[in-house]
């Protein structure tokens, strides 16, 4: 079974901290991405990985930054946390040439910036 | 801007009924639709997909129609059981990429 873990499952931060939102897949997928998730808005692609050291700005990159420096690990950073940051933040992987539209994912991160 | 709208926004079904969830895109590039189903207190999970070469495609209960010309597609599931009580996504894909859109989502409640 494909595994995406992530580090948190709740989140309560302060406004302008700095935070680290960590992902893990067990599949030797190439490609990593980081979503967050608003009702009535669907999942926003924030950033996407499709190698170690690579990324690309998604839908909504604003006010984020992203780390990939091993090939299972995919890190989402809030330099300085707003309220309007306040989501849940989903990380997902997949091949990059083998049913790269199948997309795994992990449970979420419920984040609260207060 | 949404790339892909998709409605309702939520749906109640009683048991045995068929739901029906729409989308529509604007981008004539996108090349593959899937759908997605997501749990409480889970991450989505694919459950069907078309590529816009078939007008129609069903797994099971599950069952996607294509409209390629009228750029839109939809979610039929067959004989709603309360299991299926979930939040659905439709998605696309262009250039066989791997960066996906999704809509914004139908809260589907199947009632018994």
């Known amino acids: 079974d494909v595994k995406v873990t992530q580090s948190s499952r709740y989140l309560v931060k302060r406004t302008g901290e700095k935070v680290f939102l960590e992902c893990v897949q067990d599949m030797d997928h190439e490609n990593m991405f980081w979503y967050r998730q608003d009702p009535g808005l669907g999942l926003r692609l924030i950033y996407f990985?499709?190698?170690?050291?690579?990324?690309e700005k998604g839908d909504i990159p604003e006010g984020y930054s992203v780390s990939r420096e091993k090939k299972e690990r995919f890190s989402l950073i809030l330099e300085s946390a707003s309220t309007n940051q306040t989501s849940m933040y989903l990380c997902a992987s997949s091949f990059l040439d083998r049913d790269p539209y199948e997309q795994y994912f992990g449970p979420g991160t419920r984040l609260t910036v207060t | 801007q949404q790339q892909v709208k998709q409605s309702p926004q939520s749906l109640i079904v009683q048991k045995g009924g068929i739901s029906i969830i729409n989308c529509a895109y604007e981008n004539t590039a996108f090349d593959y639709f899937p759908w997605y189903q997501q749990f409480p207190g889970k991450g989505p999970a694919l459950l069907i997909a078309?590529?816009?070469?078939?007008s129609e495609k069903k797994e099971g209960r599950f069952t996607i129609s294509f409209n390629k010309s009228a750029k839109q597609f939809s979610l039929h599931i067959m004989d709603s059981q309360p299991g299926d009580s979930a939040t659905y996504f439709c998605a696309a894909s262009k250039d066989s990429g791997s960066r996906l859109t999704f809509g914004e989502g139908t809260q589907l409640t199947v009632n018994p």
């Open positions: 078309i590529r816009p070469d078939v």
């Open positions: 990985s499709y190698d170690v050291k690579m990324k």
